[in-house]
C-alpha cells in the first residue's frame, strides 16, 4: 500500500486532475494499492504522515512542493519508513538536488523500481529539514511574509 499525502491547499486544481490520471493509470496498471490523502491546513500533512506512521503504513509520499515535502518529513517515523516524493509544487528545491524527476511519470517509477536510498537531514530545534533549516533572520523574514500573504 502506498499512501500519498497531496497538499489539498495548492492552487493547482487543474494539473492535480491529470497528476491523479497518470498516478492511478500506473498503479492500477501494475496492481499497486494506494490512498490518496488531502491536507486542509497548515501543517495538516506532518499529522496525517504521524498518523499513518502509528497505523503501520510504511510507504508514504508526498505530492507538493517543499513545505509539502517538509511537512510530512516531520510526521514521519524514519526508522520504519519508506518516503518518496513526487514534485507538484511551486518550490521543488530538494527535488532539484538530488535529482528525482520533475515528470509525475518518471518520479512514481523512481519509487516503483528503484530500491530506496538513505537520505540524511538536518534537526533543529526537533524540527527537520532536508535542504536548509534556519534559526535566525531567515525564519523571521519567512515568518512576516507568511504573515502578509494574500
Given at each position: 500500500?502506498?499512501?500519498?499525502?497531496?497538499?489539498?491547499?495548492?492552487?493547482?486544481?487543474?494539473?492535480?486532475?491529470?497528476?491523479?490520471?497518470?498516478?492511478?493509470?500506473?498503479?492500477?496498471?501494475?496492481?499497486?494499492?494506494?490512498?490518496?490523502?488531502?491536507?486542509?491546513?497548515?501543517?495538516?500533512?506532518?499529522?496525517?504522515?504521524?498518523?499513518?506512521?502509528?497505523?503501520?503504513?510504511?510507504?508514504?509520499?508526498?505530492?507538493?512542493?517543499?513545505?509539502?515535502?517538509?511537512?510530512?518529513?516531520?510526521?514521519?517515523?524514519?526508522?520504519?519508513?519508506?518516503?518518496?516524493?513526487?514534485?507538484?509544487?511551486?518550490?521543488?528545491?530538494?527535488?532539484?538536488?538530488?535529482?528525482?524527476p520533475h515528470k509525475v511519470?518518471?518520479?512514481?517509477?523512481?519509487?516503483?523500481?528503484?530500491?530506496?536510498?538513505?537520505?540524511?537531514?538536518?534537526?533543529?530545534?526537533?524540527?527537520?529539514?532536508?535542504?536548509?533549516?534556519g534559526t535566525g533572520i531567515?525564519?523571521?523574514?519567512?515568518?512576516?511574509?507568511?504573515?502578509?500573504?494574500?
Amino acid at each position: 500500500m502506498i499512501d500519498f499525502i497531496v497538499n489539498g491547499k495548492a492552487g493547482y486544481a487543474r494539473s492535480w486532475l491529470k497528476t491523479k490520471r497518470i498516478i492511478t493509470e500506473i498503479l492500477e496498471s501494475k496492481g499497486v494499492e494506494y490512498r490518496f490523502h488531502f491536507t486542509e491546513y497548515a501543517k495538516h500533512a506532518t499529522k496525517i504522515a504521524k498518523d499513518l506512521c502509528e497505523q503501520g503504513a510504511t510507504d508514504i509520499v508526498a505530492i507538493g512542493g517543499d513545505g509539502t515535502v517538509n511537512e510530512v518529513l516531520n510526521g514521519l517515523a524514519v526508522e520504519k519508513v519508506n518516503f518518496g516524493i513526487i514534485p507538484h509544487g511551486s518550490g521543488n528545491d530538494f527535488v532539484d538536488s538530488v535529482s528525482i524527476p520533475h515528470k509525475v511519470a518518471d518520479a512514481l517509477n523512481v519509487i516503483l523500481n528503484e530500491s530506496p536510498k538513505p537520505t540524511d537531514f538536518l534537526v533543529c530545534d526537533g524540527v527537520r529539514g532536508l535542504n536548509i533549516i534556519g534559526t535566525g533572520i531567515d525564519v523571521e523574514i519567512l515568518q512576516r511574509c507568511e504573515n502578509n500573504k494574500i
